[in-house]
C-alpha cells in the first residue's frame, strides 16, 4: 500500500554521509518514531541507491526516498535510476534537482510524469522564488525551497523568503505541499520553520553530526509535530 506524504512531515536526508548498519539504525529509530506519531507526521529517511532495498525492509510507516531518479523510460541508458527499479524495491517517494544532483525543466517534467506513472511521490528542489513558480505549474508532489548558497551552512533563510516562497508556490497550486529546509541544524530551526507556514521540514548535518544522532532526530521530530499543532 502506498504511504502519502502528508502535512506535517520530516525528512532526514543524510546524503552520502552515512550507510549500512549506522545508516539502517537510524531508520529503526525514524520507523519508531512513525509508529509512536503514526496518522500526526509523515517521516522519510533518503539513502544512498544501495541501500533502500534495506531500509525498505526496515519500515512499515516510515516512508523510504530515493536521493534522485532520473526521467529515462526503461531501455538503454547505462548507470541511471529508472522509477521502475524504485517500485520494484518499495521505494515510494524520490528527491528531484538537488543543488548537489540538478535537472533541467525538461528533465524534471519527464521524471515527475515517470514517478507518478510508478506511484512514487516527488520531492522538487528550488533554488529561488522564481524556479518554485515555474516548478508548481508541473506539479509536483513537494517542493523543497532552498537556497543552494545555504545548504549545509547552518544559516537559515530569512522569515520573508520563507513566507514569500510558501505564498508563490501556493498561488500556482495550493495541494502541493511546501518544505523549507535551507540551514536547518537544530530543534529550534524546525519549530521556527514550520511555525511560519511550511508543511515540513527536513536536516542532513545536524542530524548526523550531532553527538546523538538519535536523540537529534527525535528532538527535530517532536518540533515539527508541536509547531503544526500550535499554528493549527
Sequence with gaps: MS???SRPFFIFNPKSYLYGQELYDLVVTAEDLSDIYKDKISILVTGPFADLANMVKLTKNAIIS????????LGRGMGFITAESLRNIGVQACFLNHA?????LAELSKAINRARENYIETIVCADSIEEAKAIAKLNPD???CEPTELIGTGMVSDDSYIQKTNEAIREVNSDIL????A???TADDVYRT???????????????KADN?????????ESCLKAYEERK
Design 178 to 181: 511546501v518544505m523549507q529546509a
Design 100 to 104: 548537489e544532483h540538478p535537472m533541467s
Design 213 to 221: 544522532p538519535h536523540e537529534m532526530l527525535r528532538e527535530m521530530v
Design 194 to 208: 514550520i511555525k511560519l507556514g511550511a508543511d515540513g521540514t527536513g536536516c542532513t548535518s545536524g542530524i548526523v
Design 142 to 144: 513537494v517542493i523543497l
Design 66 to 73: 530515493a536521493q534522485h531518479m532520473d526521467h529515462l523510460e
Design 3 to 5: 504511504k502519502t506524504i
Design 183 to 185: 540551514g536547518i541544524s
